[in-house]
């Protein structure tokens, strides 16, 4: 049987797309994880090494791994950051509609820290209590792109899609139960939003909306 | 074989539930559809009878087979009522997202008139364009019960159960295309929604809810 | 990164919905629920502060986290009420297809007496032995509104709905094995049921369902 | 290429299973349905051929296809049967819920009737109006077989199978809107029914239940 | 609240259908099933009360809650027998397509016994291996009734209901993986055979093939 | 009943959004359709008015209906555009993976010109013949945006996403058969794809992925 | 606007994959389909042009669009070959389980012969009748490759494939109703087999099927 | 009750088909899955006994359980070779997308070695990163079969199938978050694929691929 690797970082993304491959860690043993890590941040050392969806064992050995390098662990949005970050560029707001998307905004600003971009959060205006969108609606408008967490019926995207002018992208949550839960109801919502230009990632995916808003400010 | 009836109109529906028998026209023959609206005009004269998703053949029919009787036909509606209809009682406003949601609410406010109940149509207030829903807040608050038709992302029913008092019965309808064809994503939406109160009834069923908000206004 | 805070519990929805927020503690961390109760509690002294969806930690801990305080906690219905509660006023039935449908009736009812709203149980009367529901029937047309509990094939509404002149909300469960786990089959027969006026909340929704109940209330 | 026939009738069925290969016209070409009613009346004239979900030119052409024959065709449940059907045995009852069943309840009796079986039909019974049914019970109760026909919310085969001691078996039908259209909601439902022994058959599937009920009656 | 009993165990059910109340333990504390047990015992003596899908605790302690009593347990069909079980009348055959199918084989034997009715088995003839069922098909012919239980590709009950006379019931069940998990491929392959008269059930549902069985003999 | 106008048209969303409300023809009457361009084009000079998924009628009249304003009609993508187009600013390239995918692409191409950005397509290079996307790689990577348009299995946008550092936008289209019929399977396929920042819009909705293009190139 | 072709036959596919490109005539306009037909003739001259999926236009226009050249229609498998096709070289049974499939049966022997492999067709010995499989086994032994087109359950190859030991191939065809409609529960099935090494297409794939068997054969 | 075994192995299978019986672990018993390795091998003398889907505990006691024999356990792939595996003959390539697939290239590799097929891995070349496959192409070209082995969008099996001329069979991995969980959209992606030949498996079915690799070689 074969001898060649199991796996090949892909240390070229960063000049080919502008975005380094990050470490997807659910499914992979711990070591892997912290392994992976460790040949992106000699492979590819322009910028941090990400891992996102990272279990208990890698956000408690990653700083020990990692000794003598910066190590940024957030255990609310399960991401560890190997690495300095470069000093934030641009104005992203992550709007959250509940506090259980918490974890996926959190994956999402970590991401944008890693990537280079300033990140704010406006946290729990769902559209159950429309007054607290309104109310932070001009702190929203100041963005240069928005990304809008929301589980159960992921009705909020499209609500902030027509109310601003910044690029939305919407990130649907596997919060929810019944005809909610894992996020396929609120994925359709979002794609079905009759607002202008809202955009969708997988559910959960808060890296992916991430790098897509760092794309669309590289532009800028 | 048996040569017991193929029909039995419940003329006593009514008396035990406040709602008489309403004839459901798609997938009948216009004969019978005729037939059964003339059944229940004898069986049960205490109201007028209604069918609803009537094909043109019964639209254009019906005026002729009941002449000597009021018959109000809506062809948006798609609605045939047969017989007066009692004054009207109570308040109801029928909310809509779109204009091609149009016909399901005129099925609503339709049932609504043959059940002696008042409507007002608020339309196209869909959230992508949220000023025109809060224009009109007082209207919809002052009434005793709200209507919300909506198809494509079905988010308005949820909006609107965040805003005022009365109870809210959402109607998903089935307009829209790609996720939201056929009306499950806007379903899906309403029934996830986290506005306190929100009811659901099957997609395209402004008779549903028209029913509902009758008993509703019974019980004041 | 922004120092906004996490949650925003909207105080302010009793006055405009007629329903206080109420706290769902699936997928939060037990103290965080405890914390949003005292917050309600606080923000919104007009009436007890409600949880639904507790873990034990929850269950076991909001006695002492609250102590001074009145607090009711409802094992079976995994509620947590802290305050004292209205006056019950009105009458729904909760009625039941079977014993294990019972947790979703006892949130609901644990909703009710939050709202101040009088509230009786009907259990263990599915459509297999109909029977029970027959000899129970004068009990359930007394209410004022009546919420059906079902899982498994969810027949027992749309049965109900034909025999009463109250408004009757069903709620599916995820009660159920093969095609009914999860509570989508169940789901689908209430929207289908051809009963008048049957509306339907999310799968085990009990929270909705007496939110909505009170709602019809207020306006009786 | 093959020189293979494209069609081999299975006239040796009725012997190793008791039912006679029947053809399903849908989708075939009215020539090729005709060509397979003769093959079987040639190769197994122990009975009547019988072809089922015949289009309008099979049901228009079969009288004079087969001349000199004995003929039936039904045109609302679209079956041909050619040759004549042995006397009648047993009593095996089919109960609808709604008059849009009946085109697959038809289905079903002209089935039995070729098969030898004596069969009854109990129209409009559904469980909205529940006094319909329990007026004929006793009718139904006699029965040896009973064949329950329902779309919608497919509530009724679940019913009449708590109430009677003979096999009840379930006939989705394809009838219904939103969440009922194409008669999974049906299927679903009566699949989940909690009634003792009640077996269901594909959607539509009027005569496999009426084989099924003439296997029974064999084996008393 | 009300004070009426959170379980109606339907002791009349032998009476009207000709099957006992079974106890679905699944979902309930293990205490419940047992009282349920007892009061079946107690209400309905006229066979024996019977358990199904039953926990650890409920196998391991029902030996002592009713010592003094005739106890059956079926670790492997997890069910609970208790009280002196009929002298068994006709000849079902349960066939499998697997071993993995076995714990639902016998839970439908197990029913089968309690109902008074004889039961063979004949496992493991898949159709990957076609000659096994093949040299057993004069075994399953014999027979008064055929259970055909199957998961994966549920592709044995067709098979089978194309060989032999007698009425075939499919048992689906949530053996597979991929596309297979969980049953409902099997299902559908079973409802969708072309096979005269095969007749299915829920997915796992074991004892509902037993009560349609002995339904069918009861007819003989 | 109420008086109220059955269409609200949104002639503020230029402002709020920077994309103006844009018709949707498909099941409104002709005659609406032009109306509603008519009163866009009167209440929201500051461009051109456009209607998508327009039928015959719509497209064949509308040169009519606006004569003495420029009106260019697109027969493919099914667009018609009233009043002069602003000058283009940007670099859009539009992908397509197939012929069939043409319509989606062109609609796509109609919107960017009326919101007056630079749109260029690279047609038919989809990833069974991977050489054809390669040869036109460099064109590709010029573009200020991509949005790739892609039926069947859509695997070309995850393709392109892996190469470029343009923000990528995917159009799933209802291109396909079995397991593909419809665009949910292109749809999945782009939302779970590895490559950085992918975004996705509804399943045929060029316009969607137009407004979000016009959007990312307004913040530049 | 861009100025580039809206189509790019791959005429370089043969030489890559030894499969020429087929046009996919479906959603096509017949002119189109002819001119790629034309394009693939003149790009491509090693072997004949194929397109499948051809309407009325295409199969009645064909032969004189390519008068002087040899061009083969199949009405039942909707086929065009134009060019003359290689000799015959291998053995490929194509296997249908009933009549419906045989259009399927059509497209995959149709391309057979434009690829130089030699087919034979053994039709309608579903399993419904395991004789009319068992009596040609012989037949089918024999092949070097054996495609099942089945539709309904699907369960044809899995049984094929137990009892041979050529590489089998299994088609799932959209004939069906109920469950069945639509080809995914014959998928499924197919899918879910549990004999060795059966291998699935998409639903109506008779080209697919027999691009695969060609590659087989070249490995021979 | 029957004294039949609960299992058969089916020992004739080699010889039919050219595939052993292969012992499928998940939901048996450990002892059993010994039990049936060890009647595999005594039943089937002529090559090794393979178990797939094993636990710990089967992986943990298989070496003792066979001690005298050779036995290869692989705790990736999760199998267990029980016999001297035959020498290897022709080269199949298994290529993965990505390093969370490899458990089930590794199933597919160690089935192929227990049938006597030659086998490479090229891991890690998933689309997000074009080059790594194509800096491996010529290595894939050698092969005479390729496994494609691909979770989340599964979109590499139809890339490669585009590239080769050897047949390519995809093995879609319940690998994936959001709609790419359990693996249905990857095996939708490949179904729905356009290059020419493709062929697909049963989601995890990496088993299946190697036997219908080891099949297309026993052509050769």
Same mark, same amino acid.
């Given at each position: ?47 941090? &090494? ?42 992203? $707001? ?30 729990? $205006? ?32 499209? $609500? ?19 005809? &909610? &839960? ?31 808003? &760092? ?6």
């Amino acid at each position: 049987m074969s001898e060649t690797p199991d796996a090949l970082p892909d240390a070229d993304r960063r000049t080919r797309t502008g975005i380094p491959e990050i470490v997807f860690a659910e499914g992979k043993p711990p070591e892997r994880t912290l392994d992976l890590l460790a040949d992106l941040r000699r492979l590819d050392p322009a910028g941090p &090494a990400l891992a996102t969806r990272c279990s208990a064992p890698v956000l408690d050995g990653a700083p020990d791994a990692f000794h003598g390098e910066e190590v940024a662990v957030d255990r609310v949005g399960r991401t560890v950051t190997v690495g300095p970050v470069p000093p934030p560029r641009g104005d992203v $707001v992550v709007v959250t509609a509940g506090t259980t998307d918490l974890p996926v905004a959190r994956e999402c600003t970590a991401t944008l820290a890693a990537l280079g971009v300033g990140a704010r959060t406006v946290a729990d $205006v769902g559209v159950a209590g429309l007054h607290r969108l309104l109310s932070r609606l001009e702190d929203v408008r100041r963005a240069d792109v928005v990304v809008v967490v929301a589980g159960m019926d992921g009705a909020l995207p499209g $609500v902030v899609a027509g109310l601003v002018a910044a690029p939305v992208i919407g990130v649907p949550t596997s919060v929810g139960y019944g005809v &909610a &839960a894992g996020g396929r109801a609120a994925l359709a919502t979002m794609l079905a939003a009759c607002s202008p230009g809202l955009v969708v990632v997988n559910i959960d995916n808060g890296v992916g909306a991430a790098a897509h808003a &760092a794309k669309v400010l590289r532009r800028a």
